[in-house]
């Protein structure tokens, strides 16, 4: 039969109501059989998620020892949730347990992920479910990252001979034996871990929008809706800011070719995106698939005459920023310059300073010069390869916003076209790309 594995975000697990239509989506289908949720997101503007009240816990914990005042709007966020839906379960002595592991572990990671933990419970109980706790199922290694076998083969036997699962999405144990969160957003990693590991036929990824469009609907009106993205333009869109899924959701089922659908929550019945392997890929007809953009990168500008002769240039010049440890993001280059472009939280006064000096010792350039508050924007789309004057039209609709293009790099494969620009032409510069390919 095939399985599928639903993974329900914090706006579908706001309240008890939402968890009701949940509940009906997910026994709609039985094939939707392993489910992750988050912890619950905001009911309303200006609401806070949970996640954010336990980040606040523990910035308590961390000043007083404890967190009582802070776990108080925990503890009533649940409490609602499991009245308004009548189980028949004692949340306050589940509550109270969670609160002395808190204090008694007393990390970050640990207290962040509470919400996850409780609002599994919470589902469990609701749907007549199996609780697999993560921490007992997903590992890290060493470095921090995951350690895909073991996790994958754990979670694997812990769902033999049961019917239907709920998964804590966010984290898992570390070497340490310690409770680790992924960054941000990352229940949507679970997801495709447990996707990975039960061999689903599908990863659903339930959210509070239909999918994704193709650009940020704050900066354009209506954008188009887009029905597929392969893999890799899913991941070229999630980096470069669309946040509907997170970009790191992707290498657990990508070997596996399973599709990942985003589906809305509040309107189950609207078709959502389908995110499948290059081989079942079919071009929608557009030219460019999606645009994105991310403000606060820094570049650094180096040109000297004759770089291109000289061996080794681009290596040393590199090595100066891994000894800082600074990741890179773009190494877009010309005959006698090449520019280096990472984000700015590594651009701090005293390593900016040192990644300066290091390349001049380096390699002794005529010029060095440092751009910041630089927006990256991504064009992207596999119809781009095929299709001639692509950029010439991209150029031509910034020439005619009056946008300055302060640095340019087309991927190899040709499914991107990155422009850097200035931080604040950044959502003009979107409405534009958009406006000439979509319009
Ligand atoms: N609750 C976590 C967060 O707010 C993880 C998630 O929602 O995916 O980032």
Not at 4 to 12: E, H, I, R
Not at 242 to 249: G, I, K, Q
Request: charged content about 25%.
């Amino acid at each position: 039969m095939a399985l599928k594995v639903c993974k329900f975000g914090g706006t579908s697990m706001a309240d008890g109501n939402v968890m009701k239509s949940v509940k009906k989506i997910i026994l709609s289908d039985p094939s939707r059989k392993y489910i992750v949720v988050s912890a619950p997101g905001k009911r309303f503007s200006g609401d806070i998620k949970v996640t954010d009240l336990l980040y606040a816990c523990y910035d308590e914990l961390k000043r007083t020892g404890n967190c009582l005042s802070s776990f108080a709007k925990v503890r009533t966020r649940f409490e609602g949730i499991v009245r308004e839906l009548n189980l028949d379960m004692d949340m306050t002595a589940i509550l109270d347990e969670t609160y002395r592991r808190m204090t008694e572990e007393q990390t970050e990671d640990f207290t962040a992920s509470r919400g996850e933990y409780l609002a599994a419970r919470v589902m469990a109980v609701l749907l007549g479910a199996t609780f697999i706790d993560s921490e007992d199922v997903i590992f890290f290694s060493e470095n921090g990252r995951l350690n895909s076998e073991k996790t994958f083969r754990c979670i694997a036997r812990a769902v033999e001979g049961l019917d239907m699962v709920v998964f804590p999405g966010f984290y898992g144990r570390d070497v340490h034996n310690k409770v680790k969160t992924f960054s941000r957003g990352g229940s949507d990693i679970t997801g495709a871990i447990v996707a990975r590991a039960v061999n689903a036929s599908m990863y659903e990824n339930w959210t509070d929008v239909s999918g994704f469009l193709a650009c940020d609907p704050r900066i354009v009106d209506n954008p188009r809706h887009i029905k597929t993205l392969s893999y890799k333009e899913l991941f070229e869109l999630s980096y470069m800011g669309a946040n509907v899924l997170h970009a790191d959701s992707i290498y657990p089922v990508r070997r596996a070719n399973i599709p990942i659908v985003i589906k809305n929550t509040f309107r189950p019945e609207d078709e959502g995106t389908s995110i499948i392997p290059m081989s079942q890929y079919k071009p929608e007809g557009n030219v460019v698939t999606g645009i994105a953009g991310k403000k606060n990168f820094t570049v650094i500008l180096i040109e000297k005459t004759h770089m291109n002769s000289e061996v080794g240039f681009v290596r040393r010049v590199l090595s100066v920023l891994e000894r800082e440890n600074i990741p890179i993001e773009h190494i877009p280059s010309g005959i006698d310059t090449m520019s280096v472009v990472f984000d700015s939280k590594y651009a701090e006064d005293y390593r900016l300073e040192k990644v300066i000096e290091g390349i001049k010792n380096e390699v002794e350039p005529d010029v060095i010069r440092v751009m910041e508050n630089v927006a990256l924007i991504a064009t992207v789309g596999h119809g781009m390869s095929s299709s001639i004057g692509t950029s010439a039209r991209l150029f031509k609709a910034m020439a005619q916003a009056n946008i300055n293009a302060k640095l340019i790099d087309q991927g190899s494969s040709e499914l991107n076209i990155i422009v850097g620009v200035k931080n604040e032409d950044c959502e003009k510069c979107i409405s534009a790309i958009y406006h000439e390919f979509f319009s």
